[in-house]
T-cell receptor
């Protein structure tokens, strides 16, 4: 059972480049979300989805797009990367009792 | 404005002693609280949770206490072990199954052998 899988683990971008962070879960969870972790800030919610075809914004959605075409996949898109988006990104899915299961993270640097 | 705050960035304790990690929140609508543990290069993993209808929840060496009037929760680890060394995040939500967790900044715990 793989749980929540994120790719890539590391990425370096130049300002203005675009990329997609991939996230997949095999637990048939309806709810999925993306967080970013920054020093001194904890984890902050970027976007979330309560099911296929439904997405909504979290605390810090600017500069990011998401879509949810299947239950399993929830990609996060950076359309034009900025240095402020340098962070560690975590994808999560919601199991029973409100417990979030997290992927191992993507460390992104924007130069 | 940070709705969930962990004011101690780090904590160091001796193996076998008690570790107490603290967390404060400001939103009185929060009714579900969780603690997550995170090792370097890994995602956070669920540790323990508590509903606002309780003031204490235990799971082995881990106990979470909730003081609703003070809007304060704490995680006690007894006895502390070197393998407990990690970053601990507290989180809160309105409702127990929303998934929209608000996290604190984290406390780095070091347990010395």
């Amino acid at each position: 059972n793989a749980g929540v899988t994120q790719t890539p683990k590391f990425q370096v971008l130049k300002t203005g480049q675009s990329m997609t962070l991939q996230c997949a879960q095999d637990m048939n969870h309806e709810y999925m979300s993306w967080y970013r972790q920054d020093p001194g800030m904890g984890l902050r919610l970027i976007h979330y989805s309560v099911g296929a075809g439904i997405t909504d914004q979290g605390e810090v959605p600017n500069g990011y797009n998401v879509s949810r075409s299947t239950t399993e996949d929830f990609p996060l898109r950076l359309l034009s990367a900025a240095p402020s988006q340098t962070s560690v990104y975590f994808c999560a899915s919601l199991g029973r009792d409100g417990k979030l299961f997290f992927g191992s993270g993507t460390q992104l640097s924007v130069l | 404005d940070q709705q969930v705050k962990q004011n101690s960035p780090s904590l160091s304790v001796q193996e076998g002693r008690i570790s107490i990690l603290n967390c404060d929140y400001t939103n009185s609508m929060f009714d579900y609280f969780l603690w997550y543990k995170k090792y370097p290069a890994e995602g956070p993993t669920f540790l323990i949770s508590i509903s606002s209808i309780k003031d204490k929840n235990e799971d082995g060496r881990f106990t979470v206490f909730l003081n609703k009037s003070a809007k304060h929760l704490s995680l006690h680890i007894v006895p502390s072990q070197p393998g407990d060394s990690a970053v601990y995040f507290c989180a809160a939500s309105v409702g127990s199954n929303t998934g929209k967790l608000i996290f604190g900044q984290g406390t780095t715990l070091q347990v010395k052998p």
